[in-house]
């Protein structure tokens, strides 16, 4: 069950539509069978996709944290669940990548197991609720990226930490970069991107942008505010045309003003030999190995930023490449997947 905030390959789902491709095609080339359930619009190479059609939810990270429960008319994320409860004797297990209270609040009303991978820190009192509820009814379906991610909720310690992947193949390793340092991710405030453009400012290195525009009157702004920042924005690519262009970069930043989660872009950029520099904050902080294949800043520094990218050429990339392959692979992704349904199937 896909992220409902809008179609796998968009964008919109940010790091989510990754973490589901990458699983559902491991699993798969294991012999498992399975659907993907997401918005109308939505395509996953070479894996079966259930479209279902309807209005999209709006991300909890755009909105405030008292925000109320609420699901538009003619609902994607009620359609996608009328959907699974209709097929799920189908199935042996549902596993939901939702970050919303209805699929939370739905779990014992399924005959079906229902397990959680929660995708983000905490976002809202009543998601942090919903989900505690589930946690405690049943302790061993909640999964996690990270050790950081998992410390933002009262249930830290039954959660499943079960980090990410990437398809190493589709990565190749860029031994000489060119120029310029890159930026990935959504364009929204709580990337906080004005960092990064701030520290290119100074350092007059360029920085190459990629990712959705999520907030058009965000990106306006930063333009507005650095008129002079040697910035170039490059667009939402797909992973070949992207692993070309990140591979040339001499580093990567990272500058989330929230708990990143995890971080996917940390790890597509060490497949391709390219250290991160990210701030000592949730997700990145777990996997930048600080002066060896990155470096970490304290949060919402910009000197510490710019310090790092005068001091990036120090790094081995063969390190970042070697480090990807090591503990990021899809092989040990798919390990940790099946381990974990098993127990829970086990004990339903």
Known sequence: ?????????????????????????????????????????????????????????????????????????????????????????????????????????????????ITHFISMGSMTPALDEIMERSAKLHPDRIGVYTKSQAETFAFSEICEILSSAIDLSLYNFCAIPGDSIAWLGRIAPEKALEDAV?????????????????????????????PHAPIEYMGFLNTEDLQKELGQARA?????????????????????GVPVIAYRRGGPSEIVRDGKTGFLVEPDSIPGLVTAIENIDSL??????????????????GDRFESWFDKILNNS
């Open 198 to 226: 701030a520290a290119a400012n100074i350092t007059k290195v360029p920085l190459k942008i990629y990712g959705k525009i999520q907030d058009q009157d965000y990106w306006q702004q930063i333009q507005q505010d650095f």
């Open 252 to 272: 990567l930043l990272m500058t989330p003003r929230w708990i990143e989660a995890f971080g996917n872009v940390a790890i597509e950029a060490l497949a391709c």
């Open 1 to 113: 069950m896909s992220t409902p905030v809008g179609a796998l390959g968009t964008g919109q789902g940010g790091g989510v539509e990754l973490t589901v491709q990458n699983i559902a095609q491991e699993l798969q080339r294991r012999g498992n069978q399975l659907e993907v359930v997401a918005p109308f619009g939505s395509f996953l190479k070479g894996v079966r996709v259930k479209e279902i059609a309807g209005n999209t939810q709006i991300a909890v990270q755009t909105q405030s944290k008292d925000v109320p429960i609420m699901l538009p008319k003619n609902s994607t994320l009620a359609n996608m669940w009328e959907y699974a409860r209709q097929v799920q004797n189908q199935y042996d297990l549902i596993v939901n990548f939702a970050f919303d209270w209805l699929p939370f609040y739905l779990t014992p009303f399924f005959s079906t197991p």
């Open 316 to 333: 081995s990339r063969i390190a970042c490449r070697q480090q990807a392959e090591a503990k990021y692979s899809l092989t040990a992704l």
